[in-house]
């Protein structure tokens, strides 16, 4: 098959626009299209004196920064694939990271600091990159669109991370599907606010040099700091999840946005009805979408057209996509599975686990959903036992496993707890063989697992609702909670 190549796409757009600002901090640093270009393949210099060679694996655990958006990009001018850790992780699911993805070195922001609680030799700050002598190699002209640049880790359903391995194609074809879809303007300008870590807020990043588009990099959240963006930063689209639309309609108190903002793309879960409604009473130009890390961002998204009209769907697929039920039952409701040029193409050395989640060339999502007569996707549950909380991915067997693991514990199963902040928040059931202190289940919690996945609630239990199969009724425990 005919490899395809393009230019380096950061090296075209600082040739087409190098004056131009690429991106913007809201301490207000810049850098245009030519200085990120020109800061990336210096990075990429000091980081091939620590020998990072192409299609070798650097994995970078970081709070959004210039200095992470410039290792992303030196990384792609060494041909290297950049791992992306999430920050919330704790030293054990770091270090299990690190080893599955076969890194052979750790950058690290300094706000992180781990290197002593994380079992890993290889692991420098930006700082210290920066500090480095250069070794001037051959830095890549073109790209590949065939070629793994990201990995990034996302849950199975048995709990175990799954390395999913983007192509610059994946990430390409995701760029120009968004563009399609939302359509492009001169004075477009992008809030990231989401972590980078995330094929959401890393997929700005990569449409930000494709499409020579300003981007507002917000390095840590803050509500005061989403409002300023709109009102003082000329932002006109936002990638946002539930949690900062909440906050959003609270900051702005019944004022309306300013006219330039076009849209506010809505990932990471299905949004309340009672917030729907806000929303359309305040005439927000709210996009809701539908995608995972394995589909390189959004797959499927509302048009500005019918944004109000169709409000509670995720729209149709986008232009390079395909989606369609698989299975649907009497009401309609079946399998989500998605096909297009922007899904990944299989989980790093799992080959099983690539092999049941494709057939025929659609990827098996596991969701479940429904199409109305128009062809607009619903999305009914985000893969059965996923727990969404604040956008961030939860499966219940990974905390069940570690539930398990303490004496005493003989039954475990966890749900999503409907919650008005976060959308959903992890509630544990358990049955004890004899009783246990509440305290010392969360001390065990809280060391083995990232904070977003502690349960909120522990709820001790005599027995846990069984099917005739003995398989546990989770839909019934969760009617426990309403």
């Known amino acids: ?125 930006y700082e210290e990159i920066w500090s480095e002598k250069e070794l001037f190699v051959e830095t890549a002209k073109e790209l590949n669109l065939d070629a793994p640049f990201t990995m990034m880790f996302t849950s199975g ?116 009805a009672p917030l729907l409604q806000q929303v359309k009473e305040h005439q927000l130009p709210l996009f809701q979408s539908y995608g995972m890390t394995e589909t390189s961002s959004q797959v499927v998204t509302l048009s500005e057209a019918d944004s109000l009209r169709k409000i509670g769907s995720s729209g149709k697929a986008l232009f390079p996509a395909a989606v369609r039920i698989e299975n649907p039952d ?31 060339g659609w990827f098996k999502t596991g969701d479940l959903g429904y199409m109305d007569s128009e062809g607009f996707l619903f999305v009914m549950e985000r893969r059965t036992d996923l727990i969404i909380s604040g956008g961030e991915n939860i499966y219940p067997s990974e905390i069940e496993n570690v539930l398990l693991s303490i004496q005493g514990v003989e039954e475990v199963a966890v749900v999503g707890k409907q919650d008005d902040k976060w959308g959903q928040v992890p509630a544990a059931f358990i049955v004890t063989s004899f009783p246990l202190e509440e305290a010392s289940i969360m001390e065990q919690l809280e060391r083995d697992l990232a904070a977003f996945k502690v349960p909120k609630h522990i709820l001790f239990t005599d027995a846990l609702p069984k099917t005739a199969s003995n398989k546990i009724q989770r839909h019934a425990l969760a009617n426990r909670l309403k």
């Open 330 to 360: 009497a009401s309609g409701i079946g399998e989500i599975i998605v096909k297009g040029p922007m899904v990944f193409h299989g989980y790093d050395d799992q080959p099983e686990a690539t092999s049941d989640s494709f057939s025929d």
């Open 1 to 125: 098959m005919t490899e395809t190549i393009i230019p380096h796409w950061l090296t075209k757009q600082a040739t087409l626009a190098p004056n131009k600002t690429a991106i913007e901090t809201v301490d207000k640093n810049q850098l245009t299209f030519h200085e990120l270009k020109e800061k990336s393949i210096r990075f990429a210099y000091k980081l091939a004196e620590k020998g990072v060679k192409p299609k070798q694996r650097v994995a970078i655990l970081s709070t959004n920064c210039l200095d992470m958006v410039i290792a992303i990009h030196a990384l792609s001018y060494l041909q290297a694939v950049a791992v992306m850790v999430n920050t919330k992780l704790t030293a054990r699911e770091i270090t299990y990271q690190l080893k599955v993805s076969k890194a052979m070195l750790l950058i690290e922001s300094e706000t992180m600091q781990m290197e002593n609680q994380i079992d890993f030799k290889a692991i420098y700050t």
């Open 157 to 272: 359903t048995t709990g175990n991370p799954k390395a999913v391995v983007h192509t610059y194609g994946n990430h390409w074809w995701s760029a120009i599907g968004s563009a399609l879809n939302l359509g492009l303007d001169k004075q477009d300008k992008w809030l990231l606010p989401l972590p980078m870590f995330h094929v959401g807020g890393l997929s700005i990043l990569i449409r930000s040099v494709i499409y020579g588009m300003e981007v507002y990099l917000m390095e840590k959240y803050n509500p005061k700091h989403l409002l300023q963006a709109f009102t003082e930063k000329d932002v006109t689209i936002a990638s946002i999840v539930t949690v900062m639309l909440r906050d959003l309609l609270e900051e702005l108190n019944g004022a309306a946005l300013p006219e330039q903002v076009r849209c506010l793309l809505l990932g990471g879960g299905a949004v309340p």
